[in-house]
């Protein structure tokens, strides 16, 4: 890790993709600051841009001319998942100690990056659990970034902080944003000649009611989660097995193709013998593959009939990594 000195002109932004911290970067940015933004994943969102880093980096900083890096957060985040001192939203959300950890993690980032403050998209009102007034200091507060997290978006709303008062930042021209309405934004990313931006759900998996339902029932049944479990997790069929085997099986092309990059070492991998249609599978936390005759006959039973046999020839192999 490189250390850099902080820089008074420099910050770091909480980076989630989404148009308002697309806007915050670019209305901090438009002040001569340097923004380096930073876009944590997690099985749960964002995973997949760790495959093409490279090219996302060069799509946002060419599209918006924004200087962003990927982390993976996943661990510390799947540990924090279990038992969240804010406790869920609507599904198997922890929205608030999900910012807490990001915020954290920002802030340690700072010098790393020579950045003296912090920059978030959070809009005051916007969202019923994380963008409440006493919610937003709560995260400040716990995160150990009281004083140094900006919200630019709603800076007019909020007590100042430091960089605004120590003047590397004009508050003057910082905006008052509240509230669900997306106008505002909408019309200031016009201003900006920013026209194709993400859509605000932004597709954080744990508030969808059925794979948020998946993982908080994973949750309950096993005490080690790995992000390897989520991502086997959010796919296919799913199956547990009679002796504790867990059993996933492909859907269409498409998943059997998946599943087989989601292998992990001890997980045993099950597919039709070749031109038969029908599911490739992976069964994993199976005791010495005591559950491998039920998946082999499950697979058999999810697959097409092939001409002049009745039923396929199902194939496995112990995958050692
Ligand atoms: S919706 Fe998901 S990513 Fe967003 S704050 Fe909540 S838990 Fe975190």
């Not at 919610?135 to 009281?146: F, M, Q, V």
């Not at 097409?304 to 199902?314: N, P």
């Amino acid at each position: 890790m490189t250390i850099n000195p902080a820089q008074p002109g420099t910050a770091v932004a909480l980076f989630s993709g989404g148009l308002d911290s697309i806007l915050a970067c670019r209305l901090v940015m438009a002040q001569g600051i340097t923004v380096k933004a930073v876009r944590f994943v997690t099985p749960f969102f964002g995973y997949e841009l760790l495959a093409r880093e490279e090219d996302y980096r060069r799509e946002v900083a060419a599209q918006f001319g924004i200087d962003v890096q990927l982390r993976d957060l996943s661990e510390k985040y799947l540990a924090m998942l279990r038992n969240p001192a804010h406790g869920y939203g609507k599904n198997f959300n922890p929205c608030v100690d999900c910012k807490i950890l990001i915020a954290s993690e920002t802030r340690l980032m700072m010098e790393e990056l020579g950045a003296s403050f912090m920059i978030s998209g959070e809009v005051l009102g916007q969202r019923p659990m994380s963008q409440r007034r006493d919610t937003l200091r709560i995260i400040e507060k716990a995160s150990g970034c009281e004083g140094i997290l900006l919200r630019p978006l709603c800076a007019l709303n909020l007590p100042e902080t430091i960089p605004e008062k120590e003047g590397t930042v004009d508050r003057g021209r910082l905006l008052a944003f509240r509230g669900r309405t997306r106008q505002p934004q909408i019309a200031l990313a016009a201003s900006m000649q920013i026209d194709d931006f993400p859509s605000p759900a932004g597709g954080c998996m744990l508030t969808d009611p059925n794979r948020a339902g998946r993982v908080r029932k994973f949750y309950e049944e096993n005490e080690t989660v790995a992000p390897a479990d989520i991502l086997l997790l959010t796919i296919g069929r799913q199956f547990h097995l009679p002796a504790g085997g867990w059993l996933v099986l492909g859907r269409n092309e498409g998943e059997n193709a998946l599943l087989a990059g989601l292998l992990q070492p001890g997980d045993i991998f099950l597919w039709c013998e070749e031109s038969w249609p029908g599911p490739s599978a992976v069964l994993r936390r199976s005791a010495a593959g005591r559950d491998l005759e039920a998946a082999v006959e499950l697979i058999k039973g999810y697959s097409k009939k092939g001409e002049g046999r009745e039923r396929a020839v199902v194939l496995w192999q112990l995958y050692d990594g």
